[in-house]
């Protein structure tokens, strides 16, 4: 059975709008994820910095109504590097990385959740 998972998606051709991210509740791996961006003219969000993360759990939270756990995937992988993250849309090292504890976890080595 999938893990239901929502994704952050980043408006990168709309800047007057509210939120500059759209977050779908639906049932992807991050591969789904990642092309469904890329189909919309999206990307999965890139996270840089603390303000950033804040902005992003904070509607998370709003928008999935969930108060203490809420599982997104963002534009991070290691498919390049085994171990070593790199942003999606970039190609460049992850230097903010705020994991939970024991993640990422890789759980069968492919970003999938089964």
């Given at each position: 059975?999938?893990?239901?998972?929502?994704?952050?998606?980043?408006?990168?051709?709309?800047?007057?709008?509210?939120?500059p991210?759209?977050?779908?509740?639906?049932?992807?791996?991050?591969?789904?994820?990642?092309?469904?961006?890329?189909?919309?003219?999206?990307?999965?969000?890139?996270?840089?910095?603390?303000?950033?993360?804040n902005?992003?759990?904070?509607?998370?939270?709003?928008?999935?109504?969930?108060?203490?756990?809420c599982?997104?995937?963002?534009?991070?992988n290691?498919?390049?590097?085994?171990?070593?993250?790199?942003?999606?849309?970039?190609?460049?090292?992850?230097?903010?990385?705020?994991?939970?504890?024991?993640?990422?976890?890789?759980?069968?080595?492919d970003l999938?959740?089964?």
């Open positions: 059975m999938k893990l239901i998972v929502s994704f952050l998606l980043l408006y990168v051709y709309l800047v007057s709008c509210s939120s991210y759209h977050i779908p509740n639906v049932k992807a791996n991050w591969h789904q994820a990642f092309d469904h961006c890329k189909y919309n003219g999206m990307e999965l969000v890139s996270i840089a910095n603390h303000v950033a993360y902005q992003l759990t904070a509607q998370v939270a709003q928008e999935l109504n969930c108060s203490r756990i599982a997104v995937w963002i534009g991070a290691d498919l390049a590097n085994e171990g070593t993250f790199a942003w999606a849309a970039t190609g460049l090292r992850v230097s903010f990385a705020n994991w939970k504890s024991n993640q990422p976890d890789n759980k069968h080595g999938e959740e089964d």
